[in-house]
């Protein structure tokens, strides 16, 4: 099982930014997906998950309105869609699978596979 995490980079306030999440070694059936997000010194923190028929979303307060989880089955990957970044959301983002079908969840420890994060720097 894999994940591998890309897209970000150095960014100013108020701009956009497509994380893309791919993985291998199984599939969206039965696995729920989540983005996490690790600020330096702070600790790791969900950012959105969805469940693999997307009939449970979850957002979380800070990227409501801003931040859009999406799929596509077919390339065996996940995106993250960021909008107005702020300073505060600078951090590696991070995604990962968690085996359960009818939720998900901002638990660190309730996800079973973890790919490499991807760095994310709002500064103007």
């Known amino acids: 099982v894999q994940l591998q995490a890309s897209g970000g980079g150095l960014v100013q306030p108020g701009s956009s930014l497509n994380l893309s999440c791919e993985f291998s070694?199984?599939?969206?059936?039965?696995?729920?997906i989540g983005w996490f997000r690790q600020a330096p010194g702070k600790e790791r923190e969900g950012v959105a998950c969805?469940?693999?028929?997307?009939?449970?979303?979850r957002y979380q307060d800070f990227a409501k309105g801003r931040f859009i989880l999406s799929k596509d089955e077919a390339k065996d990957t996940v995106y993250l869609q960021m909008t107005s970044l702020k300073p505060e959301d600078t951090a590696i983002y991070l995604c990962?699978?968690?085996?359960?079908?009818?939720?998900?969840?901002?638990?660190?420890?309730?996800?079973?596979?973890w790919g490499q994060g991807t760095l994310v720097t709002v500064s103007s």
């Open positions: 990962g699978a968690e085996e359960i079908d009818d939720d998900c969840s901002f638990g660190e420890t309730d996800y079973d596979y």
């Open positions: 070694g199984f599939t969206l059936e039965r696995h729920a």
């Open positions: 969805a469940t693999s028929d997307d009939g449970v979303i």
